[in-house]
């Protein structure tokens, strides 16, 4: 079952900004690139991403875990250039979820779904194979959840800042 929930109604669920959404605004206004892009730069080499996050730490970068010859890197994506500033390997496990559509292609399904852009996403701990993506519409960070399939497994949510894929804060 596919969900669409009309951005007007998410705006209503609640009145006041997101916790910590103005730093991910700023993070946005100076990337140049998106965080899908980020991870379509970081699979260049053959490489499947996991899991992407924009850093707001001032860095101007993406953060994204992308598993290559059977171990994972952190590969940073520079947010202005789109180029990669640094592969390293880290020690992350992930599901095999063949047949699951691509990080990318969650983020995408997840923008459309609130109509803003991601600003995290990597795996759901809440089902297998799910991917949960972070995405900023106006003020607000929403948790929006996609299947295997590109579909809306739950209704979104709105997010703390420090919500995520594992609760890692950008």
Known sequence: MRFLIPAAALAACSNSPTNGATAWQDALDRAQISLRDSVQVAEGDG????????????????????????????VRVDAVSGTIVSKEPIAFSADDCAGAISLADAISAAEKQVGGEAVQAGPDDDGHCNTEVIVLSGDKLWEVKIGPKGDLVEDPEEADSNEGPDGEEG
Do not use: E, I, Y
């Open 47 to 74: 490489a499947s991403a996991k899991k992407a996050t924009l850093r707001t730490d001032g860095g101007g970068v993406f953060s994204v875990t992308a598993l290559a010859n059977q171990a994972f890197d952190d």
